[in-house]
């Protein structure tokens, strides 16, 4: 059984910045991806950022709304992601959640909400 636990998220005004963290633990084998994916009231899920494993060099894909502000990064030794998010626009609002992507199943974080708002 695998379980993601995240934190951060919040309130913050417009070009302000935020972190999210979310850390796998359980049975956590061959891990293709790790990332963010997000959903704005009324949107389908996105995809935000993800990184893959470390076998293919740690490659990571961004949405092109987010390029150049956000930041993922992972820790493999605390099976551990992150997204840095700096220049926050309000249309960045929306419930974030942790994905991770083994070869054999797929998890989703709880959600944390971001609001961007002045």
């Known amino acids: 059984q695998v379980q993601l636990v995240q934190s951060g998220g919040g309130l913050v005004q417009p070009g302000g910045s935020l972190r999210l963290s979310c850390t796998a633990s359980g049975n956590v084998f061959n891990i293709h991806t790790m990332g963010w994916y997000r959903q704005a009231p009324g949107m389908e899920r996105e995809l935000v950022a993800i990184?893959?494993?470390?076998?293919?060099?740690?490659?990571?894909t961004y949405a092109e709304s987010v390029k150049g502000r956000f930041t993922i990064s992972r820790d493999n030794a605390k099976n551990t992601v992150n997204l840095q998010m700096d220049s926050l626009k309000p249309e960045d609002t929306a419930v974030y959640y942790c994905s991770l992507q083994l070869l054999t199943a797929h998890y989703w974080g709880e959600g944390t909400l971001v609001t961007v708002s002045s």
């Open positions: 990184i893959r494993s470390v076998g293919s060099n740690g490659l990571t």
